[in-house]
Nanobody, 128 residues
Framework: QVQLVESGGGLVQAGGSLRLSCAASGRTFSSYGMGWFRQAPGKEREFVAH????????YYADSVKGRFTISRDNAKNTVYLQMNSLKPEDTAVYYC?????????????????????WGQGTQVTVSS
């Protein structure tokens, strides 16, 4: 069992930055691939970024590529999402998620169904 707790959300002006954190419980954090998803009002939850268990591979949605950076610190059981050059369309509840599966295809790692554990989410609001 893994419990995930996100933090770091808030209100920021367009062009600003935020760093989200996701703290995980459990001794096996380093064996999980981790993802960030987001859900805007009235929209489906969508993939944002994924990082492999080692941190050696990262993947991004086209909408955030070049602006967001996912990273992890396995010693601290924490995954991060650094968000720069924020836009109003980035406004959403951001969720972190953990998957026990490895060697995921690009399609799979972007799918909510492969993730076994989810956090409660943290609100990010970007004002124009």
């Amino acid at each position: 069992q893994v419990q995930l707790v996100e933090s770091g959300g808030g209100l920021v002006q367009a062009g600003g930055s935020l760093r989200l954190s996701c703290a995980a419980s459990g001794r096996t954090f380093s064996s999980y691939g981790m993802g960030w998803f987001r859900q805007a009002p009235g929209k489906e939850r969508e993939f944002v970024a994924h990082i492999s268990w080692s941190g050696g591979s990262t993947y991004y949605a086209d909408s955030v590529k070049g602006r967001f950076t996912i990273s992890r610190d396995n010693a601290k059981n924490t995954v991060y999402l650094q968000m720069n050059s924020l836009k109003p369309e980035d406004t959403a509840v951001y969720y972190c998620a953990a998957t026990r599966q490895s060697s995921l295809s690009d399609y799979a790692r972007r799918s909510r169904s492969v993730y076994d554990y989810w956090g409660q989410g943290t609100q990010v609001t970007v004002s124009s």
